[in-house]
């Protein structure tokens, strides 16, 4: 349903079973809590039940529902309570593996990674996430950003390059 000329209030339990973890992925990337990615989350579907009429179509659902989302974290993150309180909670990845070690050095690798993406800067966190994780075309990014594609492009490289340099820093062993 990348597609919809309009939404009713039908459709809201298939975007929440199509969209939900997307939407709960990206706000706690932005928020980096889980607590606030729950709740944020069903107050992005709140949104959309109440709204669904002013959806026109003009971009796909989901750039939809992410634009939605990015503006209730940015008022939550203006909110005096999180400036005054700022608690990070880590997330793990679960994968299954033909062995324990090799189960384990995933989950320390994706831990390793999630950590460094976890620290760029919400600009550059943001553009790699609705990247790598959603695929999201760089012409929807930048309307749902609101900057120029360029920027956008320039975002993602940096965050690239930021994360690269941290994983050459941090290896255990040089290969020659």
Known sequence: MPYVSKLDRSSLRDLMETYGSD???????????????????????????EKMESFRGECSVRTWLFTIARRLVLNYKRSAFIRKVFLVDWITR????????????????????????????EPY???LMLDASYGLPVKEMAQL????????????????????????????????
């Open 94 to 121: 679960t994968e299954s593996s033909p062995s324990a070690e090799s189960e384990a050095l995933s989950r320390i690798h994706a831990h390793t990674l999630w950590e460094y993406v976890l620290e760029l800067p």
């Open 145 to 176: 950003l609101g900057i120029p594609e360029g920027t956008v492009k320039s975002r993602i490289a940096r965050a690239r390059t930021r994360i690269a340099s941290k994983l050459k820093e941090d290896a255990p062993y040089e290969r020659t």
């Open 125 to 127: 966190r943001e553009a």
């Open 23 to 49: 939407v709960w992925n990206y706000i706690y990337c932005m928020t980096r809590k889980v607590d606030s990615a729950d709740d944020l989350t069903q107050e992005v579907f709140i949104r959309v039940y």
